[in-house]
C-alpha cells in the first residue's frame, strides 16, 4: 500500500472513530441508514400508446414534408373532420394525444414534429396544464422550449399557437388563461416567424361567458359548432400565412 493510500485509509478510520465513537462496520451501517435516497425521474409513459399509434400511421402512410402540422391535445385529437376541413392546404397531418400539456409537447417534439419537417406546426395546449397547477409562467417556458427545439432543427417551420379555449367547465381558470394567452402572444411577437392564433375571444359572449352552445356535454371539449369556428378562424390566418407571408402582414 502506498503513503498516500495509507493517509486516506488512517484519516477515514479516525474519522468515523472520532465523529462516530463506534467500529467501521457499525459505522458503514449507520451511514447507509442515513444516507439520503437518491431520486430518480419517473419515466412517463402516459403517451407510449400514442406514439406508437402515430409511428404505425407513418409506416402506412408516410406524409411528404412541407406540410401543415397539428400538434396538442384532445381539442386536436378529437377534431375527427380536420384533414378534411383544410384539404385546400398542402398535407395536413393531425397528432394530437388527449389530456396532454404544452409540457409534453415541448418535451416529445422530436416524435411529435420533426419527423414530418412541416412548413407549419400548429400547436394547441396549455390549458391542461393550468388545469394540474402549473403556472401562466410555466406554460409560456414550455412553449418557448418547444420554439426553440423546432427552431434547433427545423429553423424555417412556422409555428403558430392556439390560445387556449374558455371552457365553461374550467371558468375558474379563466384568470390564468387570459394571462396565459396574453403573455404568450406577445412572445410570438418578439419571435421571428410565429404567430399567435386568438380563439378565446370569439368563444366568449357578450356576457363575458364562455359560449356553451360551442361545447359538449362536458363543458370541456368542442362540438361540431365549436370546430366549425375554429376552422373558420385558423382558415384565415394560414390562407394568408402557409405560402410565405411575412410573419407581420399574417398577424
Known amino acids: 500500500m502506498t503513503s498516500i493510500r495509507r493517509i486516506a485509509l488512517t484519516c477515514t478510520l479516525s474519522g468515523v472513530f472520532g465523529l462516530a465513537g463506534i467500529p467501521l462496520a457499525n459505522a458503514q451501517s449507520v451511514v447507509a441508514v442515513n444516507a439520503p435516497a437518491v431520486s430518480r425521474p419517473a419515466i412517463d409513459t402516459r403517451w407510449d400508446a400514442s406514439f406508437a399509434a402515430f409511428a404505425e400511421e407513418d409506416k402506412l402512410h408516410a406524409p411528404k414534408p412541407g406540410g401543415v402540422l397539428f400538434v396538442g391535445s384532445s381539442s386536436i385529437r378529437m377534431w375527427s373532420d380536420l384533414e378534411t ?13 388527449g389530456g396532454s400539456r404544452m409540457l409534453d409537447c415541448a418535451t416529445h417534439l422530436q416524435k411529435l414534429v420533426t419527423p414530418y419537417k412541416p412548413k407549419v406546426v400548429l400547436v394547441y395546449a396549455g390549458d391542461n396544464d393550468l388545469a394540474e397547477g402549473l403556472t401562466p409562467q410555466d406554460v409560456l417556458k414550455s412553449f418557448s422550449n418547444f420554439v426553440e427545439g423546432v427552431r434547433d432543427s427545423l429553423p424555417d417551420t412556422r409555428i403558430v399557437y392556439i390560445s387556449i379555449k374558455p371552457s365553461p367547465s374550467r371558468t375558474q381558470l379563466l384568470p390564468q ?14 419571435v421571428a416567424n410565429a404567430a399567435y392564433i386568438d380563439i378565446f375571444t370569439p368563444m366568449m359572449n357578450a356576457s363575458g361567458k364562455p359560449r356553451g352552445e360551442l361545447f359538449r356535454e362536458d363543458d370541456l371539449h368542442l362540438n361540431a359548432s365549436g370546430y366549425a369556428l375554429w376552422r373558420t378562424i385558423i382558415s384565415a390566418h394560414l390562407d394568408s400565412s402557409t405560402m410565405g407571408t411575412t410573419q407581420q402582414a399574417a398577424r
Request: net charge positive; charged share 20%; glycine share 4%.
Open 85 to 97: 376541413d383544410f384539404k385546400s392546404l398542402p398535407v395536413v397531418v393531425k397528432r394530437g394525444f
Open 177 to 190: 388563461i387570459r394571462e396565459t394567452n396574453a403573455m404568450i402572444q406577445s412572445y410570438t411577437q418578439s
